[in-house]
C-alpha cells in the first residue's frame, strides 16, 4: 500500500515547482491555490506551463466530479492549450474507478498518464558514459538546444519549447540543467531544481534518433550530482511520463502515486 503522504508530497511538489517556472515565463501568469484546484497557468505555447490540478487529498467520487468541473471550466478561460494533472491515490477507491467517466462527463479527454516518483538517493556520484560530454545550460544557445530536444521527444513543434524557455534569466542561473552533447550535437537533457527542500527533477528528454542508449539516465545523474553538490539536498522527487518510468528507478527512485493527464476535448 502506497503511502498517502508520498502521493501529497508529489502533488505539492508539482506546485510548487510550477509556480516558479510559470512566473519565471510570465510575471502576469494565473497562479492561484483555490479550494481543491491550483492553477499554474502561463498560457503559452509550451504546453507544460500550463497546469490545472487537484489537490484535495482523499476526495470522494462527489468531490471529484465538482473538482473536475471547476478545472474543465478554467482551462476552458485560456487561450492556450494545457492539462489538468490529477494524482490518483488522492482518490477514494470509488472515486478512483469513475475518474474516467467523470472527466469525459467535464468534457475532458485523457491525454496520457505518468507516476510521481521520490527518493532519500542524494548525493549520487558524478556520472560518465563513453558517448556524452555534459555542458551546463548557461547561454541562449544552450537553452534552445534545451527545448528543442523536448519539443523533438514530446512531438511539440520547435516553436512551442522555445517559446516556453528562450531567454530565461532563471533557467540559465538557478536552475541545474544540463545538456548531454555527442560528437558536438546536443541529444539530450535534464534539469533539477529545488523546491521546498527537495531536488525537483524535470525536462528530462532525448531526441527520438538517440533514444535507448541511456542517454537520458546519464544526464539526468548528471542533473542530479550537480544539483545536489550546489544544495546539500539529500531528497529527490519527479513526475515520469510512461515512457521514462523505468529509467528512474535504476537511478534509486521509488515509484508513489499514478498520475493521469486530461487535456480539454475538440
Not at 61 to 87: C, D, H, N, S, T
Request: hydrophobic share 45%; charged share 25%; proline share 6%.
Amino acid at each position: 500500500m502506497r503511502d498517502l503522504a508520498d502521493s501529497i508530497e508529489s502533488m505539492e511538489q508539482l506546485a510548487a515547482v510550477w509556480r516558479v517556472m510559470v512566473l519565471d515565463r510570465d510575471p502576469d501568469a494565473d497562479v492561484r491555490d483555490l479550494p481543491g484546484v491550483s492553477v499554474r497557468w502561463a498560457d503559452c505555447r509550451f504546453a507544460f506551463w500550463n497546469c490545472v490540478t487537484l489537490t484535495d487529498a482523499g476526495m470522494d467520487a462527489g468531490l471529484v466530479k465538482q473538482r473536475l468541473g471547476e478545472a474543465a471550466e478554467i482551462m476552458r478561460a485560456k487561450r492556450r492549450p494545457g492539462f489538468l494533472w490529477v494524482f490518483e491515490d488522492l482518490l477514494e477507491d470509488q472515486a478512483r474507478a469513475a475518474l474516467r467517466g467523470a472527466a469525459e462527463q467535464a468534457g475532458l479527454v485523457h491525454a496520457f498518464p505518468g507516476t510521481g516518483m521520490a527518493g532519500d538517493i542524494l548525493p549520487i556520484p558524478e556520472p560518465a558514459h563513453p558517448d556524452l560530454t555534459f555542458i551546463r545550460v548557461t547561454t541562449d544557445e544552450h537553452l534552445r538546444a534545451f527545448a528543442d530536444i523536448n519539443s523533438r521527444a514530446y512531438g511539440f513543434p520547435l516553436d512551442d519549447g522555445r517559446d516556453g524557455l528562450a531567454r530565461s534569466t532563471l533557467w540559465k542561473n538557478l536552475v541545474h540543467a544540463y545538456l548531454g552533447v555527442r560528437d558536438g550535437t546536443p541529444v539530450t537533457c535534464a534539469a533539477t531544481v529545488e523546491a521546498e527542500g527537495r531536488l525537483f527533477v524535470l525536462l528530462v528528454a532525448t531526441d527520438p534518433g538517440w533514444q535507448r542508449r541511456g542517454y537520458a539516465e546519464a544526464v539526468t545523474r548528471k542533473a542530479l550530482h550537480e544539483g545536489a553538490r550546489a544544495t546539500g539536498l539529500t531528497r529527490a522527487t519527479l513526475h515520469a511520463t510512461a515512457a521514462g518510468a523505468p529509467v528512474y528507478p535504476r537511478i534509486g527512485f521509488e515509484p508513489n502515486s499514478p498520475m493521469h493527464f486530461y487535456a480539454l476535448k475538440d
